[in-house]
């Protein structure tokens, strides 16, 4: 009854609102329907009674989903295969033609530019190696990956 009601608005607030407001109608109700068809209810749940008013009301209550799948499919009627295809043509066609040279532009530029110049090599200025602390690994001044300052660092241990 409450799911009738609510299919019911919905068509009358599909027929009076605009292509926004009748997709935020559909969505809304749709949602309160699907939230209240998830959960069993007394309305979905057969009444007690002889295995024949059982079997009927089972029967009915799937009639009136399918009635309902129907009416949904209806409101949004299916494109068919050749239009799908024609449309996933436009939007290859459109990424190619638009994507295609914002990279070949990206690609000339990075070439043809160069953005910023990498660190030195070698030690670097003191007022870029100031610790405050020791790193926590056996040589406290030597960065993880700082291969030179490894080996002396273990070489002056080893000579001690």
């Known amino acids: 009854e409450i799911a009738d009601c609510l299919s019911n608005l919905r068509i009358q607030l599909q027929r009076k609102m605009s292509f926004v407001g009748r997709t935020l109608a559909s969505g809304l109700a749709r949602r309160a329907t699907m939230t209240m068809g998830a959960r069993r209810t007394v309305l979905t749940v057969p009444r007690l009674g002889t295995e ?3 079997e009927a009301e089972a029967i009915a209550q799937i009639r009136a989903r399918l009635a309902y799948q129907r009416e949904i499919m209806a409101s949004r009627p299916h494109k068919s295969h050749a239009e799908e295809w024609a449309e996933l043509w436009n939007w290859i066609k459109i990424s190619i033609f638009v ?3 914002v990279v070949v532009f990206a690609l000339v ?12 090599h ?7 190696g100031i610790r405050s602390k020791e790193f926590p690994w056996e040589c406290g001044q030597c960065d993880l990956f700082d291969l030179d300052c490894w080996k002396k660092c273990r070489a002056e241990k080893a000579g001690r």
């Open 52 to 54: 024949k008013e059982m």
């Open 99 to 101: 994507c295609g040279p």
């Open 109 to 120: 530029k990075d070439a043809l530019f160069e953005e910023h110049k990498h660190r030195p």
């Open 122 to 128: 070698g030690p670097l200025p003191e007022y870029m």
